[in-house]
Structures are given as structure tokens and as C-alpha cells.
């Protein structure tokens, strides 16, 4: 796919089992990936500061120019009923889910803009939009940032960016299996077939697709 060729595409959440797949998928690609991650990748940084996300995106604006996509998987997990849900608990969840992928948009944005093209991929859930029990926190931190995404796209349509929203079921990564013991993974979805299909929206076919969210349900 030589459209992605030397194109600068941010990743973070770049040591997880999705990350790692999409890394590896981009670079195949031709594309000029900055990954971002805790540890474990080549730019080590706590997105939860701003600070250190500018300073991260400066040396990675330095290595590879402008930033055209920013694939942003991080993201978190916590089960509970709502009775055994707190204030607190769901404050950090949004901060994760939310807030965290708010603060890399508004950085990367402005280089997608003066290019007039650009992609921002979120990874939402389906549970936010089929909700289930026991999970009320993840559910609505994860349909905010559906929501917030939506707005984005929103904004964006006359600037030549298209911000999609994915949004998996069960993905079938080790943490998974070990958390689900009893579950079938032959019904998960495939973290490297995922990764494939972020490779293929980052090129022009995910021009047209702005405010899109598209379901990746496996066989669930």
C-alpha cells in the first residue's frame, strides 16, 4: 500500500496485543509510526500528562514531520454492578477512556489541518451502544468518547480529516483469555485482522468516512 508509504501515524497503546498487531501492520505499510506507550515502545510517556505528550509529539514531529493519523487504542476495563460502582471508580475510567484521548486529538489536530487531511481512529466498544450488566462505568465512559468523537468529526468535516470510531467486542488478546477462562476466543475477534482493517482506513478509503463507527463484533 504505497499511499501509506513514509506517512507519520501516531499509536498509542503501542506495547498492548492491539497495538503491537497495528505497529507491525503499519510498518509493513510503508508508514512512519511513532508509538507511544508507559513503556516498552519508543516513546515512553504518561498520556495522562500533557506535558509530557507535547514533549513526546515534538521529538516525534522532529524524527518523521507532521503527524497525518493518530490511531488511539488506550483505553480501560473494569467490571462492577452500578451499586458497587463509585464516584471515584468512574472518574478514572472516564479519565482513561476520555479524557486521555481528548488531550491527543486536540494536539495532533492542528498538523491534520494546515495539511488539510488527516485520520483520527478511536477504539469506542460495542458495548457502548448494546450495553450489558455489570459494566456501567466502561459502558458510558466508552459512549462518551463515542460521543465525543461523533462531535470531533462534526467539526472537521470541511478540513479534509476523517475520525472514525471503532468499536470491538471481545478482542482476542492474552489478557482476554486469561480473564475469560471458560469463554470460546474462535468467536473474538482477531487483534491482527482488526490491525488490518486500521491499515486499510488510514488510506484513502477512509477518506469518505468521516463520523463513521463501525461494530467489530467477531462472532459474538
Partial sequence: MDELQDVHVVVTGAAGALGQAVVAALTEAGAAVSAFGRSDTEFSVDLADPGQVRAALERARARRGPVFGLVHLVGGYQAGSVLETTAEGMEALVRLNLLIAAEMVRQVLPDMR????????????????????????????????????????????????????????????????????????????????VAQLIRFLLGDAGADLNGAEIAIRGRL
Avoid: C, H
Avoid at 470510531?165 to 476466543?185: E, H, Q, S, V
Fill in 114 to 193: 494546515q495539511a488539510g487531511a488527516g485520520r483520527i481512529i478511536g477504539i469506542g466498544a460495542f458495548a457502548a451502544v448494546k450495553s450489558s450488566s455489570n459494566q456501567s462505568a466502561y459502558n458510558a465512559s466508552k459512549a462518551a468518547l463515542i460521543s465525543f468523537l461523533k462531535s470531533v468529526a462534526e467539526e472537521v468535516r470541511s478540513d479534509g480529516v476523517s475520525v472514525i470510531a471503532l468499536l470491538p467486542a471481545t478482542l482476542d488478546t492474552p489478557a482476554n483469555r486469561k480473564a475469560m477462562p471458560d469463554a470460546d476466543p474462535t468467536r473474538w475477534a482477531r487483534t491482527g485482522r
